[in-house]
């Protein structure tokens, strides 16, 4: 079926669905904090929940029969297809289940991934007006299919968010730590810094090497950048995006309204942009740990712009086997630090 036989039903134009805008970082490397506040452009539907699309949906495309694969598209919470259809002509909502099923059929990543924002666009939830839609917006924590993503959406932009290091670490060993414990004072211990410093390098050199390759597709921002200077941030982004600026008083007001909490500290909302989170790390590592960061990341953080020494004086390997338990986890986490070391010479 094509698009245009369910056209004139008030969702995203195809303009519109063809421009994604990837947002992609580290875990606890501000992505959400981004995303949220990409979604207060008038002109971008930034999707309520992360859809994991790439990584849940279409890694297994062939992996699974065609009844599971339905039922893992439709797991984010946001999506209420049954719900969109009842709402529409009894027509109307027939030909968009019709498309739905053929998008789904056809295991086209393209035509599979926009059916989240052509229903969203129709939700009843969805405050936003369709014709003012120029681009859509989604979110990941891994590299998953980056590149077929870009295949796939010629118009689309991916936006990398970068965290130091330090505050990356620190944030994600200490979300390893609280779900480990179950606790909210749990403490940080060396081989969870060591396993976050690992994913951060990871994550950080790919986003480099493909900015590097496609620079045209890719705008990079420092989270500590935009925490400090959040109007003129992302002002530049929606210009790199859609081309379309908005009022910074307007800008200001929006942002200053956006909620926030966090994952590791009890009881923690509140509004706005906050930039406590930028010195935060301080406070978290101990000396010996801060070492280990900067002996594991510092020659990526300083190709990222960071200021980091790749302290000499801690050897990782030395690291992981003073502090990873485990003969199996020890020899994972030095082959991963050795793949890191030749992926370097790629960035």
């Not at 330090?166 to 979300?175: I, Q, T, Y």
């Not at 200001?252 to 706005?272: F, N, P």
Request: net charge positive; with cysteine; hydrophobic share 40%.
């Amino acid at each position: 079926m094509a698009w245009s036989t369910i056209e004139g039903t008030s969702t995203l134009s195809h303009q519109a669905l063809d421009h994604l805008i990837y947002i992609i970082g580290s875990a606890r490397g501000g992505t959400s904090v981004l995303f949220d506040a990409l979604g207060v452009h008038d002109g971008i539907l930034a999707l309520p929940g992360m859809t994991h699309f790439m990584n849940q949906v279409w890694r297994y495309r062939k992996r699974v029969h065609m009844r599971l694969l339905r039922q893992i598209f439709r797991l984010p919470g946001f999506y209420d297809e049954p719900g969109v259809v009842q709402s529409l002509e009894e027509e109307k909502g027939r030909r968009l289940s019709q498309y739905i099923d053929e998008a789904l059929d056809s295991r086209d990543l393209k035509k599979m991934w926009q059916i989240y924002p052509l229903v969203y666009g129709l939700d009843r939830r969805n405050k936003k007006n369709p014709d003012e839609i120029r681009a859509w917006a989604d979110k990941a924590n891994d590299f998953y299919g980056v590149s077929s993503v870009a295949g796939a959406f010629p118009e689309g932009k991916f936006i990398f968010v970068l965290r130091d290091p330090r505050g990356a670490v620190a944030s994600l060993a200490k979300r390893m730590a609280v779900k480990e414990a179950h606790t909210f004072q749990a403490a940080i211990d060396n081989s969870k810094v060591i396993e976050a410093a690992i994913s951060w390098r990871w994550m950080t050199q790919r986003i480099l090497h493909f900015q590097k390759t496609h620079p045209e597709k890719c705008f990079l921002i420092k989270l500590e950048d935009f925490l400090s200077n959040p109007v003129v941030s992302l002002n530049d982004i929606f210009e790199f995006t859609i081309d379309k600026k908005l009022p910074e008083d307007i800008l200001s007001r929006r942002l200053d309204a956006l909620a926030y909490g966090t994952s590791h500290q009890a009881g923690v909302l509140g509004k706005g942009i906050q930039q406590e989170p930028i010195e935060r790390w301080r406070k978290m590592l101990g000396e010996r740990q801060l070492g280990i960061v900067e002996a594991l990341t510092g020659k990526t953080a300083q190709k990222a712009g960071y200021l980091v020494e790749a302290a000499k004086a801690i050897s990782p390997i030395k690291a992981v086997l003073k502090s990873i338990p485990g003969s199996k986890r020890k020899l994972l986490n030095i082959a991963k630090i050795a793949y890191l070391q030749v992926y370097e010479t790629l960035i």
